[in-house]
């Protein structure tokens, strides 16, 4: 085989398994759905708690995944390290 033909299909071949290797940090949605479609969680402990960033805060808060569909974070701690420029400082 010629050194060409095998540099081609090595490119393929990582060309085909970058995409499917997936997000490892930071991967959520920072953007929450409308509320009346995603209410707030009244418990926050729940195993399906889905965090936002509550506009003009420094928090994150906790909605059902049960309404609001897509990719969020499911700590609040994770919420706010990757949606900093969502969140307001309060210093």
């Known amino acids: 085989m ?11 071949i990582s060309a085909l398994l970058r995409p499917s290797q997936g997000c490892k940090n930071c991967c959520g949605s920072c953007t ?3 509320t009346p479609a995603c209410p707030n969680l009244t418990n926050g402990q729940s195993s399906k ?3 936002f960033p509550q506009t003009g805060s420094s928090e994150c808060v906790a909605a059902s995944s049960d309404h609001c569909k897509g990719k969020f974070y499911d700590k609040a ?4 390290r990757c949606c900093k420029s969502y969140l307001q400082n309060k210093g």
């Open 32 to 34: 929450r759905p409308k």
């Open 77 to 80: 701690e994770e919420c706010k």
């Open 49 to 51: 708690a889905r965090y």
């Open 2 to 12: 010629s050194l060409t033909f095998l540099v081609l299909c090595g490119c393929i």
